[in-house]
């Protein structure tokens, strides 16, 4: 009887133990799926903004290389305009704001691909030992010329069409000089009248995924500080050091922001309000980066078991929001002046945190603080001394004794090393 109570009690124990390791097994399997259709969702939302991004380029370049191809064919008489076309969905294709020196690019080294082409097969005939020095030789004079890789490529692929085609086409070589001319300025003259895009809705659209990432990581470092999660503030860290591809795209969009109010007299109005974007830019970067200072340095906070003041976390949550009122209020077209208030507000609970005890890193993480909430006020249009007098204020220096007044040095670049 013993024995077989014994054995019972092994069979229940194990099957208990199989069912504890199944219970288990289904949570992790359960949160792998919700991992895997969280990312499937976001990878999907970001394809569609992607798409809706690249729409208004892609309705340019067709339109572009449409009526490439009727100036060349029926204005122009050229019985097969491929270059035509090709010279002008190239010129739309490269980053904005660059497609004014891409047409200068084109036209020089079609031009140099000519005269090298045609210098050489007169001389040394065509073959393939002669296609190989030709494109060897307009590569090097380019090159040695300094022209850029654009130049470069054109020059080239020119050469190359001069070798192999000259022999089979009569007088190619004027009809492709005159494609890249005729397509590069049709391309200017979509970008410009025809179809321009509107510059701030660009803007908008280039800044949001930039102000995103900044307002997300840093809403999780300050529930990670609450938390005193290290994990969740690494995270956080690892994430804002990818943030080349948000901050590319918010200077490409400028970039052609700019482009597009100069040559477009539809969107010269415009001037004004680009021009202040402009200027956030630069601010918006050092925010960045001085948020990855503050991040690291929480990171190692919770490392070293210092201290956190319930001020602390309030303060980044306050600076992540600050981020927020940034972009809706860009985007509405208003005065920033929600953003500059929750600034402040972030600075105010950094001195109480200060005031209530912090560590080594608890005080860095203060500091970053002040300076961020300071990026972020310039970017809001506010001059840096200013800012810097506002920051003072809130955090309460301005009223301690022995402290002097007056305007602080204009700040410099981070000298921690780049999170991006």
Same mark, same amino acid.
């Given at each position: 009887?013993?024995?077989?109570?014994?054995?019972?009690?092994?069979?229940?124990?194990?099957?208990?133990?199989?069912?504890?390791?199944?219970?288990? /097994?289904?949570?992790?399997?359960?949160?792998?799926?919700?991992? =895997?259709?969280?990312?499937?969702?976001?990878?999907?939302?970001?394809?569609?903004?992607?798409?809706?991004?690249?729409?208004?380029?892609?309705?340019?370049?067709?339109?572009?290389?449409?009526?490439?191809?009727?100036?060349?064919?029926?204005?122009?008489?050229?019985?097969?305009?491929?270059?035509?076309?090709?010279?002008?969905?190239?010129?739309?294709?490269?980053?904005?704001?660059?497609?004014?020196?891409?047409?200068?690019?084109?036209?020089?080294?079609?031009?140099?691909?000519?005269?090298?082409?045609?210098?050489?097969?007169?001389?040394?005939?065509?073959?393939?030992?002669?296609?190989?020095?030709?494109?060897?030789?307009?590569?090097?004079?380019?090159?040695?010329?300094?022209?850029?890789?654009?130049?470069? !490529?054109?020059?080239?692929?020119?050469?190359?069409?001069?070798?192999?085609?000259?022999?089979?086409?009569?007088?190619?070589?004027?009809?492709?000089?005159?494609?890249?001319?005729?397509?590069?300025?049709?391309?200017?003259?979509?970008?410009?009248?025809?179809? #321009?895009?509107?510059?701030?809705?660009?803007?908008?659209?280039?800044?949001?995924?930039?102000?995103?990432?900044?307002?997300?990581?840093?809403?999780?470092?300050? /529930?990670?500080?609450? /938390?005193?999660?290290?994990?969740? !503030?690494?995270?956080?860290?690892?994430?804002?050091?990818?943030?080349?591809?948000?901050?590319?795209?918010?200077? /490409?969009? !400028?970039?052609?922001?700019?482009?597009?109010?100069?040559?477009?007299?539809?969107?010269?109005?415009?001037?004004?309000?680009?021009?202040?974007?402009?200027?956030?830019?630069? #601010?918006?970067?050092?925010?960045?980066?001085?948020?990855?200072? =503050?991040?690291?340095?929480?990171?190692?906070?919770?490392?070293?078991?210092?201290?956190?003041?319930? #001020?602390?976390?309030?303060?980044?949550?306050?600076?992540?929001?600050?981020?927020?009122?940034?972009?809706?209020?860009?985007?509405?077209?208003?005065?920033?002046?929600?953003?500059?208030?929750?600034?402040?507000?972030?600075?105010?609970?950094?001195?109480?945190?200060?005031?209530?005890?912090?560590?080594?890193?608890?005080?860095?993480?203060?500091?970053?603080?002040?300076?961020?909430?300071?990026?972020?006020?310039?970017?809001?249009?506010?001059?840096?001394?200013?800012?810097?007098?506002?920051?003072?204020?809130?955090?309460?220096?301005?009223?301690? #004794?022995?402290?002097?007044?007056?305007?602080?040095?204009?700040?410099?670049?981070?000298?921690?090393?780049?999170?991006?």
């Amino acid at each position: 009887m013993a024995v077989a109570r014994d054995r019972r009690f092994t069979l229940l124990r194990g099957n208990s133990r199989r069912s504890s390791l199944s219970d288990v /097994d289904t949570q992790r399997i359960a949160e792998t799926v919700a991992q =895997l259709h969280h990312r499937g969702k976001a990878t999907l939302r970001d394809r569609l903004h992607r798409v809706r991004m690249s729409l208004a380029l892609a309705l340019q370049a067709g339109l572009a290389a449409g009526l490439a191809w009727v100036a060349a064919h029926e204005l122009l008489g050229n019985p097969q305009p491929v270059f035509a076309p090709i010279s002008a969905v190239g010129t739309l294709a490269v980053s904005l704001g660059q497609r004014f020196r891409r047409t200068a690019e084109l036209i020089i080294g079609v031009g140099v691909g000519v005269f090298v082409g045609d210098l050489l097969v007169h001389f040394l005939g065509t073959g393939p030992w002669q296609l190989a020095l030709i494109v060897t030789s307009a590569i090097l004079l380019t090159i040695f010329a300094g022209g850029s890789v654009a130049i470069v !490529i054109q020059a080239a692929a020119t050469a190359v069409l001069i070798a192999t085609l000259s022999p089979s086409v009569e007088d190619l070589e004027i009809p492709r000089f005159i494609d890249a001319l005729v397509g590069g300025s049709i391309a200017l003259l979509v970008t410009a009248v025809l179809l #321009p895009l509107n510059p701030l809705r660009v803007l908008n659209r280039a800044a949001r995924p930039a102000l995103d990432l900044l307002a997300e990581q840093l809403d999780h470092t300050a /529930d990670g500080l609450r /938390d005193r999660e290290q994990t969740k !503030i690494q995270q956080a860290l690892d994430r804002l050091r990818n943030n080349k591809e948000e901050l590319t795209a918010l200077t /490409d969009a !400028i970039e052609g922001a700019k482009e597009t109010a100069l040559l477009s007299p539809a969107r010269w109005h415009r001037r004004s309000e680009l021009t202040h974007y402009a200027e956030a830019a630069e #601010p918006i970067d050092r925010a960045m980066r001085n948020s990855g200072t =503050l991040i690291r340095r929480a990171v190692t906070l919770v490392e070293d078991e210092e201290p956190v003041p319930a #001020p602390m976390p309030d303060a980044v949550a306050h600076l992540a929001e600050s981020v927020r009122l940034l972009k809706k209020e860009f985007a509405q077209g208003e005065e920033p002046e929600q953003a500059r208030e929750r600034s402040l507000r972030a600075v105010s609970e950094a001195g109480r945190a200060y005031a209530e005890g912090v560590g080594f890193s608890g005080s860095v993480v203060v500091a970053q603080v002040r300076t961020t909430a300071s990026d972020l006020m310039v970017a809001s249009g506010i001059s840096q001394e200013e800012a810097n007098r506002l920051v003072r204020q809130s955090f309460g220096e301005l009223d301690r #004794p022995g402290v002097r007044g007056g305007p602080e040095p204009a700040a410099k670049a981070p000298t921690a090393p780049p999170v991006g």
